[in-house]
C-alpha cells in the first residue's frame, strides 16, 4: 500500500506472512506494544524505510499491533484512516484504554470517559480490524471485585468489542476474580515481568491476550515454547493475541515475526 507516489514496499515476509494468514485458519496474532521506533533500524525496519512508513512495514511481517498512544490520548480519524489504509485487512489493532479511566479514576464515573474512547475507535471497528481492549490497572490498584464488576457491567462496554483486563497486583488472582472476569468473556491479560507474572487463568471463551514483556526480550527456545503453547490454544478455537515488549532493540518485533513462522511450522 502506499500513502504517496513512492512504490509500494517490497520484502519477501510479506509473501510469507501471507501465505500464513490466507488459510483462515490462523488464530494467532503476534506483535509488539507499538511500532514507532526509528531504533529498530536496521535491524527491523530496512534503513531506506522513511518513519512515515514504519507500520506499512510492520504490516508487511506481523499481523496485529498493540496501540499505547491511547492510553494518553485519542486519536483522530485523520490517523485512524492512516493506520488502516497501510495495514492489509487480516490485521488487527488492540488499544490501551485511557489512563483517565484506569488509573485517575480507577474504574469510577468513567461512563462518559469510556463512552468518548470507544467513539473515537469506531473507524476501527467500522473496518472489522478491531482487536481487543486492553485495561490495563496501576499496581497499587488493590482488588475489589464489586468496583470491577460495575465496571464490566457499563452498557458501553457490554457492547464493546473484546476486553482484556491487566491486574497487576496479586491481590486479584483470585477464583472469585476470574469467576467474575468469566461471567463477562473479559479475558484476563496474561503478562509477565521482571515484577510479576499473571497465572495463567483464561477467562474468556473464545479468546486469550499475552503481554510478554521480560527484559532483554526472549531467546529462540523461549520463542519456540510460546509457538507451541499459542498453537495448542488456538487448536481449541480459540483466538490468541500476543505482544512482545517494545524496547530501544527490535528484539520484540523479530521474536512476533519468529513466533508466527514457529507457528506456522507446527500446522
Known amino acids: 500500500m502506499t ?53 506499512e512495514h510492520y504490516a508487511t511481517r506481523l499481523n496485529t ?59 476501527v471497528r467500522q473496518a472489522e480490524r478491531l482487536g481487543p481492549l486492553l485495561f490495563q490497572l496501576p499496581p497499587n490498584f488493590k482488588a475489589d471485585l464489586p468496583r470491577l464488576k460495575s465496571f464490566l457491567k457499563l452498557p458501553a462496554l457490554r457492547r464493546a468489542a473484546r ?8 491481590g486479584w488472582f483470585t477464583p472469585e476474580c476470574f469467576d467474575l472476569l468469566r461471567a463477562h468473556n473479559a479475558a484476563l491479560c496474561i503478562a509477565e515481568s521482571e515484577d510479576l507474572k499473571t497465572p495463567e487463568v483464561h477467562t474468556a471463551a473464545d479468546f486469550s491476550y ?5 527484559p532483554g526480550g526472549y531467546d529462540a527456545v523461549s520463542v519456540e515454547a510460546h509457538a507451541k503453547q499459542f498453537r495448542k490454544l488456538a487448536g481449541k478455537g480459540r483466538e490468541v493475541f500476543v505482544y512482545y515488549k517494545h524496547e530501544d532493540e527490535p528484539n520484540g518485533p523479530l521474536a512476533a515475526e519468529n513466533l508466527q513462522r514457529g507457528c506456522a511450522a507446527l500446522r
Open 65 to 123: 499491533v498493540e496501540v499505547n498512544y491511547t492510553f494518553r490520548a485519542l486519536p483522530e480519524k485523520d490517523q485512524l484512516a492512516g493506520w488502516l489504509a497501510a495495514t492489509p485487512p487480516d490485521f488487527r489493532f488492540a488499544f490501551k484504554a485511557p489512563e483517565l479511566i484506569t488509573h485517575r479514576r480507577r474504574l469510577l464515573d468513567c461512563g462518559d470517559a469510556l463512552k468518548e474512547f470507544l467513539t473515537s475507535i469506531k473507524p
Open 163 to 170: 476486553v482484556a483486563i491487566e491486574l497487576r497486583n496479586e
Open 210 to 214: 499475552y503481554r510478554l514483556r521480560m
Open 3 to 55: 500513502t504517496d507516489s513512492q512504490p509500494a514496499l517490497e520484502h519477501p515476509v510479506l509473501r510469507q506472512r501471507t501465505a500464513f494468514t490466507a488459510e483462515g485458519q490462523d488464530r494467532i496474532f503476534a506483535g509488539t506494544s507499538g511500532w514507532a521506533y526509528p531504533s529498530w533500524k536496521p535491524g527491523f525496519y530496512p534503513k531506506e524505510v522513511p518513519a512515515r512508513r514504519f507500520l
